[in-house]
């Protein structure tokens, strides 16, 4: 078969050590010529930011992050780094943090250093994301790619067994959805492939033991792997149904793309053969569905929307909603009856594949 595909890279400096972030951030801060540095940390995560920056002269430390980019939140930091002429914004922290720095860098093209504790994996991309009166609005453009990240899996250690595991099937979901979305590419496939074999090599080493760096290290590296091939893959059907049941019944973030992604690995295994067949070798098992259910067995990984909050009449509505946004590249095609059943069985949390 011939290959033929455009492909888009993304600029970025990925600095990769354990204990080293202190030390990466000086040195990048010297590297760029910053002088008026704002630091952005939730409360959860000053106290790692405030290590990770003990090397360099802090202007501003802000802490007025929430979830899901609120617009106000990011109005308020946007006019708090121009008051204080911010030059270079460094975010520590999870996905929302970053999403915050994102959000500022927006409007005024200010550079971005981003230490992540999580595996979330917006560090990775050029999409942002805000909120205003419920209603989640996303985009892409470069002047929110963060110049620099580094990842140190020292700074995960503190992220609670549960949130990692949930935070981790998050970016294992980037893989997956990779495989088939609508700028899926064999160099996503390739890097969405070795993402998945980190994953699954280092999320059960972070669970069955939290305090170890080495499970930690290949889920970072796993989630870096990952957010850059989602980036240039996009949004595929299992992004597609956890932005709208995220943004419509409030939804925790990585707990749904934890539920959610083995009922859309199911649907669509059987109608992407090479796709699966490469999840499955990743995994190290004879087929994808069984290789996701061994793995969120090993994990004891979130089950069903029923325990976050869902409302079993929101189905219908639900369906109504993802239907119509599901993209034209799925390997299957989507029908009102098969996506009820979907979203049904990840409601109850019925055994996927079966
Ligand atoms: P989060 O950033 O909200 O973090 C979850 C919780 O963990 C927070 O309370 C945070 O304070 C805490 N936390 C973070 N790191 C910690 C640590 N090391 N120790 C202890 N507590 C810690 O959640 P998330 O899952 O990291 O990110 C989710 C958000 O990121 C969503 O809004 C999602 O839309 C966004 N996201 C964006 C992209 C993108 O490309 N733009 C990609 C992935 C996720």
Redesign the pocket.
Known sequence: MSLNFNHVTLGQRVLFGSGKAAENLAAEVERLGARTVMVIA????EQ?ARDVAAGIDVALQYDD?A???PLDKAEKARAAAAASRVDLLVCV???????LA?AIALTSGLPIIAV???????E??????LTESSR?T?GTDDR?LPVTVIYDAE??????AE?SV??GL?ALA?CVDSMWAPRADPINSALAAEGIRALSEGLPAVKADPSGVEGREQALYGAYLS?VA??SAGSGMHHKICHVL?GAYNLP??QTHATVLPYVLAFNAPHAPEAAARIAAAFGTADAVTGLNRLRDVLDAPKALKDYGMAEEAIGEAVGLILPVIPASNPKQATAENLTELIRAAYFGTTPGL
């Open positions: 939730s409360a959860a995560e790692i992050v979830p899901h980019v922290g999870g996905g929302s943090t970053t999403g994102k992540p504790t999580t595996y979330a994996g917006s990775a991309t050029n999409v942002w994301g989640k996303t929110v700074l995960t250690l503190s992220l609670p949130l949930a935070s998050n980037h957010a989602f980036s995220g973030h990585a």
